[in-house]
């Protein structure tokens, strides 16, 4: 049987921070149900866990337009690399659900792979619904992780922010596959900081847990997401513990450009920022610097 549909429950559905992502591949989308627990995860987003002795997960049915491109572009989000590969965060699944109306459809559905940790770092939702779980949280609460490898790097930054509460550092972070660049065209015309892939790259920068209202009215904003940055979902480490999905911001390539200065103001920001990095790391960003003429504020 070929499976058209996909079931979401956390933040691909409608209102919340990933819809976009699913969104052009939504043909049609109605409410269901699948069996399983639920929980919220301390990384800001929720997992479902079969089982549950006749518990039910909330959500929303999608029918895919086109399964083979939106398969790949849910299977990045959700950290899904394989059938029962040890790094994946999630497992896709074929699983049965249910709508309003009795129709029941299989469906692929992302299941957490780590259960063992959920006593830990999950809080189990007894009605099965992420979204009302979300619409009665308060929008203060430091719920979700952000890589900063840029100006943010440095705390002053976020401090002389009115969000300075909403961001709480965890200490300087890895992001492997990536490289550093200063290519993205700003509002000024000058370079600001930008990653991209890089097979044997790895990007150092500054491991953030944030709210949901600091990513929203402050990191939005200041990024110029999402016409400017668009947002990766990236494992990122810190010592030896491995954090899923943060969010990483990542240049659209129209906004990017080769040899453009750096304003002053921002390099300071950089050097700063940077204080705490590895010191290769941190002497191979300030060469990238040097490379690049300043621009007096």
């Not at 549909?5 to 992502?21: E, I, K, M, P, S």
């Not at 709508?99 to 009605?127: K, M, N, Q």
């Not at 110029?224 to 954090?243: A, T």
Request: glycine share 10%.
């Amino acid at each position: 049987m070929t499976i058209k549909h996909a079931f979401v429950y956390g933040t691909l559905l409608r209102g919340q921070d990933n819809f976009h992502l699913i969104e052009p591949y939504a043909a049609a989308i109605k409410p269901g149900e699948t069996s399983g627990e639920l929980f919220h995860l301390t990384y800001g987003y929720p997992a479902l866990v079969a089982g549950g002795g006749g518990a039910t997960v909330q959500g929303e049915l999608v029918r895919l337009s086109d399964v083979d491109k939106a398969l790949p572009v849910l299977d990045r989000l959700e950290g899904y690399h394989g059938p029962g590969r040890s790094d994946n965060n999630y497992e896709r699944c074929e699983c049965r659900v249910k709508t309003p109306d009795g129709e029941e459809v299989l469906a692929y559905v992302y299941i957490w792979s780590h259960p063992e940790l959920l006593a830990r770092i999950g809080t189990r939702l007894t009605g099965g619904c992420w979204r009302q779980f979300m619409a009665e949280r308060p929008d203060d609460v430091l719920d979700r992780y952000y890589f900063a490898y840029g100006s943010c790097m440095d705390e002053r930054c976020v401090a002389a922010s009115d969000y300075a509460a909403d961001f709480e550092p965890i200490g300087p972070a890895r992001l492997d596959g990536w490289k550093f660049r200063l290519n993205k065209r700003g509002m000024d015309d000058c370079a600001t900081a930008n990653i991209e892939p890089a097979q044997d790259g790895a990007v150092y920068g500054l491991l953030y847990q944030i709210s949901g209202r600091a990513e929203k009215q402050y990191l939005n904003r200041r990024e110029g997401y999402p016409q400017h940055y668009f947002k990766e979902y990236l494992d990122v480490i810190v010592g030896d513990s491995v954090y899923p999905s943060v969010v990483v911001h990542v240049a659209r390539q129209e906004y990017t450009a080769a040899g453009l200065p750096v304003a002053a103001r921002y390099a300071a920001a950089l050097r700063r920022g940077a204080d705490g990095l590895p010191a290769d790391y941190r002497c191979e960003l300030l060469r990238e610097l040097e490379k690049q003429q300043l621009r007096m504020d």
